[in-house]
C-alpha cells in the first residue's frame, strides 16, 4: 500500500539513548507491527557467545552484520498491512559502515527499495540518556552519530523530523499525526540538530 510519503515503513532512528526502543514499545501497543532495533540484538547474540562484532571491538564486523539483520527484517514485513515502524534498520546500519570502513551509504543502499520519506529522529536527550551492558559508548559518541545521521538522512532525499522532548504516548500520537497529514509540521518541531 502506497501513500504521498512513499513506502508504509516508517524508520524511528536519531541519538542513542534518545528513547526509540520506548516509543516502538508504544507503537506496538497500539497495533502497529514494529521490528526491534538490530544493533541491540546483536549486542546480545555477541556478548552470549563472546563475538567480536560489538560497536566498541568491531563497528565494522558489527555494522556488517546489522545490515544483513536488517535486511532480512525489512523482508519479513513486506506483507504487513499497515504503518510497519524500524527501531533503526539498514540506513543506520549502512552510516555505521561508512564511518568505520569508509564504504558509501549509498553503495550500501543500491537497490534497497526506500522507506517512508519521513524519519522521525530522537535528539540528545541526557536526562534520560543512559549506559548499560549493550550501550556502552558515552553521550558525546551518541550525539557525533546523532549528526552523522542527519547528515546521511539529508543527503539521501528523506525528511528528518526531529520528535519533541515529551512523555512516549504523546511521542507516538505525534509520529502518527505526521503520517496521517500531508504536511511535516516543520513550525512544531524543536530547532535541536
Request: net charge negative; hydrophobic share 40%.
Amino acid at each position: 500500500m502506497q501513500n504521498d510519503l512513499g513506502s508504509r515503513h516508517v524508520i524511528l532512528s536519531g541519538c542513542s539513548g534518545g528513547g526509540k526502543s520506548t516509543l516502538l514499545l508504544e507503537l506496538g501497543r497500539r497495533g502497529y507491527a514494529t521490528v526491534a532495533e538490530p544493533g541491540r540484538r546483536i549486542v546480545t547474540q555477541e556478548m552470549r557467545g563472546k563475538g567480536r562484532a560489538l560497536p566498541w571491538i568491531d563497528l565494522e564486523a558489527f555494522a556488517r552484520r546489522a545490515i544483513d539483520m536488517a535486511v532480512a527484517d525489512r523482508e519479513g514485513m513486506q506483507g504487513a498491512k499497515g504503518w510497519v515502524f524500524f527501531d533503526r534498520g539498514i540506513v543506520d546500519a549502512a552510516v555505521a559502515l561508512e564511518h568505520a570502513a569508509g564504504v558509501p551509504v549509498s553503495d550500501t543502499l543500491s537497490g534497497v527499495e526506500p522507506f517512508c520519506r519521513r524519519v522521525f529522529l530522537t535528539p540528545p536527550w541526557p536526562e534520560i540518556f543512559t549506559t548499560d551492558g549493550e550501550r556502552q559508548h558515552e553521550m558525546e559518541d551518541a550525539i557525533a552519530e546523532y549528526h552523522r545521521l542527519i547528515d546521511a538522512y539529508d543527503r539521501l532525499g528523506y525528511d528528518p523530523i526531529i520528535l519533541p522532548k515529551i512523555d512516549v504516548e504523546r511521542r507516538a500520537t505525534f509520529v502518527l499525526d505526521r503520517l496521517s497529514s500531508g504536511r511535516a509540521h516543520a513550525e512544531l518541531l524543536p530547532a535541536v540538530r
